[in-house]
């Protein structure tokens, strides 16, 4: 026995408190095997070999249900397959202290580098001021959090060192759309993206199909917005259509007026952009006091991913950096003079013209723009020079409509950015400002090319590079680190599709497999499989595509008649393509023959025999079922053959049986032995009344909420089992004559806060919910039926 005790498992505990953190330092590289499998270090080398194998295998089995998890199913995968490498070193007493004294080492080291940023800025302030200012305290809160540290952490670190006050900068004014309006739109854009996985949808625009610089398009706005009206009336009710009304109110009072309407949604993006990159900027000015190209250049790409286009990211940039008294490397800024618009700050800088190498001044008096109806700061409109001292820019040529390139939005104009003609595109002349460009900033441009590419494992490479030449320059770590972040998980992304490609293709699930493959193809065509000697994701593409086009060339060519003959070689198409969408769906709609005459005789030993004619439709498999004296049926067992014995039959009479044929999960109609072609036409008889089938406990409580089964989840299940009967309520879980079953995990009910009915389940109907339990050697077991409060009936 061992001298101590490890605390209890808790799986949602875990999830918070160990899931979460490895997820934030960037996956599993980042940690150790006894923070993985929860075994507290100090405990380790007084802990038993029997009490860490058991723990080892809990940790195991909770990693296994995680890997549908929305969030961590990418790590969950992960760590099930290095499970054997993790745990070697701890299943062994003397291994395990040897590892405890290494992991030891590697996390005191690990913290001395989260705190490693932190430290080289809060030495280059007290080298610049001899103190920290109160005003880099905020920025210095931002580099932290890019560690992993909190606020109290920071503060802890600023303790040792003496505070400069400063007066704190007055909050900007709003404007444009209400702030409440604002935080709305954001959450319904956000929850349909959750809803609908695709493209990102940052902005009402958008939604519609449209970039920032089609806002002024009022009329092809309206013809999309009713476009998407109608198709929303064709949605069944559910979230996505309330959702989607909701969106297209928003989108009838600020886009289709146009005008002054749309000049305030397009100005509320932009203050949504500036408040999303003031933080980003905020870090990244902090210790060098101007933003560097390559932050430039990467935060230029945040601002067209939240919606904006590459002049209005460029002027958002800058007004940040004019904000926080600041410049931006390579931006010659020119002699302004007079009060400057508190609305809309104007900056001035020497601007390009795009026909000619001659460039005019702009003065930066009074900042007032003239735009053919459009708003301060928003693309796609005329920029008129102004006379005098008021002029705030000078255009490409007086009253002329200042076209913006297409490089400049989401989609291509992250690559405009690194382009030769990047200065001229964006309207601004970048000099180089006598500053030499540092070895990290090229290698980090081109991981960000590679990254467009969709090729991570050259960007990966590139970051290595840029991670070798940063040496102590704590802006060059700030740059870098996002981009090897989002390198490692676009691997971490690859390497899920190469197993779904190759299990799909195992399979012969070319549909799902070709998910998977034109996913690689798209983000990650340079990540090789990772199964050596297996086949190239070119090879894979070919071999699934190839049996794609035979499945549907088989298609064409089924037989519409007779009905046996188009079975057969619908079924037959399964052998080349086994998830083939179409075949599937012309199989949905054959009627599956009923089996022949049932008989059911007693054998001297009391066990039954149940023999039947076989069904005319090929390829089936039968259910025989036994009626009880309750009025319910009893499952006695499945079988591709003609007869079936059942040995639990109570003594007396011979019982009634009952037999289904079905074939894909179709079933027939049901043939009795008592002679009867169907059942009868009465609803089924009510189960006896278990308070808890099966010996587990049952849900209670349910209610129907905005498409949400609700419930209260029983202690001790993982999972349920929901079906549906429009008829009459369902006899017991594996019920033949249900419309529909599907699971549900308690993981998945805690994250949509109640069970999602499908959007296009058939009402009114019966529902009766099954408690589940999963064993330890990894079964599912269902309840033999339902307790009398765990159905529901539904109406229209």
């Known amino acids: 026995m061992s001298a101590v005790s490890m605390h209890a498992f808790d799986p949602n505990d875990y999830r918070k408190r160990v899931l979460a953190a490895v997820e934030r330092r960037g996956g599993i590289d980042h940690s150790d095997a006894f923070e993985l499998y929860d075994i507290p270090l100090e405990e380790a080398p007084r802990l038993g070999d029997a009490e860490v194998r058991a723990r080892i295998e809990e940790v195991w089995g909770f990693w296994q249900k995680q890997r549908d998890h929305p969030k961590y199913r990418v790590l969950a995968g992960l760590l099930v397959d290095e499970h054997a490498q993790l745990s070697a070193p701890l299943l062994d007493a003397g291994m395990r202290r040897i590892e405890a004294e290494r992991v030891k080492h590697l996390r005191a080291r690990r913290d001395a580098e989260r705190y490693e940023m932190l430290d080289s800025a809060i030495e280059r302030l007290v080298q610049r001021h001899g103190a920290i200012p109160a005003g880099k305290i905020a920025g210095l809160e931002d580099i932290g959090k890019l560690s992993g540290l909190d606020p109290a952490e ?445 008989t059911a005789n007693r054998k001297p030993d009391g066990t039954v025999v149940i023999a039947w004619s076989p069904s005319t439709t090929e390829q089936t498999e039968y259910r025989v079922t036994r009626l009880q004296p309750d009025g319910s049926w009893r499952v006695v067992g499945r079988t591709r053959g003609t007869a079936l014995e059942d040995g639990a039959a109570m003594a007396g009479p011979v019982p009634v049986y009952g037999v289904v044929a079905s074939v894909s999960g179709r079933a027939s109609e049901v043939t009795r032995s008592d002679g009867q072609a169907r059942p009868q036409e009465t609803a089924p008889a009510a189960p006896a009344e278990d308070p808890t089938p099966s010996g587990m406990p049952a849900v209670r409580d349910l209610a129907e909420r905005a498409g949400l089964l609700l419930f209260e989840w029983p202690t001790g299940i993982t999972e349920v089992m929901v079906v549906a009967r429009t008829d009459a309520p369902p006899v017991d879980p594996d019920d033949a004559r249900a419309d529909r079953k599907w699971k549900v995990t308690n993981t998945r009910y805690q994250i949509d806060g109640g069970a999602k009915l499908p959007t296009d389940l058939l009402r009114p109907c019966h529902l009766g919910v099954a408690s589940c339990r999963r064993e330890a050697s990894g079964v599912l077991t269902v309840a033999a039926g339902f307790a009398p409060a765990a159905r529901i009936r539904l109406d229209s």
């Open 154 to 598: 920071v503060q802890a670190r600023l303790r040792r060192h003496r505070l400069l006050d400063e007066d704190a900068a007055p909050a900007p004014a709003p404007a444009g759309v209400s702030v409440q309006r604002r935080q709305q739109i954001r959450k319904l854009l956000a929850e349909y993206d959750r809803l609908l996985p695709g493209d990102p949808v940052p902005t009402l625009l958008a939604l519609l199909g449209l970039d920032f610089t089609k806002a002024r398009q009022t009329s092809e706005i309206r013809l999309r917005a009713e476009a998407l009206r109608a198709r929303t009336r064709e949605l069944p009710p559910g979230r996505v259509r309330v959702v989607l009304d909701e969106l297209l109110v928003h989108v009838s009072d600020l886009l289709e007026p146009g005008g002054s309407a749309m000049d305030g949604y397009l100005q509320a993006i932009i203050d949504d952009v500036t408040d999303l990159l003031r933080p980003k900027v905020r870090a990244a000015v902090l210790v060098e006091d101007r933003l560097v190209e390559g932050d430039h250049d990467y935060l230029i790409g945040e601002a067209i991913a939240a919606g904006l286009d590459h002049p209005a990211a460029e002027r958002v940039i800058l007004a940040l950096a004019d904000e926080l008294g600041t410049t931006v490397e390579g931006a010659e800024p020119s002699p302004s003079s007079g009060p400057q618009n508190s609305a809309a700050p104007p900056i001035s800088y020497t601007r390009t013209r795009p026909s000619s190498g001659t460039t005019s001044q702009a003065t930066g008096g009074g900042g007032n723009r003239a735009e053919a109806g459009a708003g301060t700061g928003h693309a796609g409109s005329a920029d008129t020079a102004q006379s005098g001292a008021g002029a705030g820019y000078s255009g490409a040529s007086a009253g002329s409509s200042r076209t913006t390139s297409g490089a400049g939005y989401a989609g291509s104009g992250r690559g405009g950015t690194d382009s030769p003609d990047h200065g001229a595109a964006s309207g601004y002349h970048r000099t180089s400002g006598g500053s030499q460009p540092r070895q990290w900033e090229e290698p980090l441009k081109a991981a960000r090319a590679a990254l467009r590419a969709g090729h991570p494992g050259a960007a990966a490479s590139h970051v290595a590079q840029a991670q070798r030449s940063v040496g102590d320059d704590s802006l060059g770590a700030t740059s870098v680190r996002p981009i090897a972040e989002l390198v490692e998980r676009v691997l971490a992304e690859a390497a899920v599709r190469w197993r779904g490609a190759r299990v799909g293709c195992a399979g012969k699930r070319y549909v799902e497999a070709l998910d998977h493959l034109e996913y690689l193809q798209r983000a990650a065509s340079d990540v090789p499989n990772p199964e050596s000697g297996g086949p190239s994701l070119a090879e894979l593409t070919a071999q699934a595509r190839a049996a794609l086009a035979e499945a549907d060339r088989l298609f064409a060519a089924a037989p519409a008649a007779p009905v046996v003959a188009r079975m057969r070689a619908l079924r037959a198409i399964f052998d080349i393509c086994a998830d083939h969408a179409d075949t599937t769906a012309a199989l949905s709609v054959l009627p599956v023959d009923a089996p022949g005459q049932v």
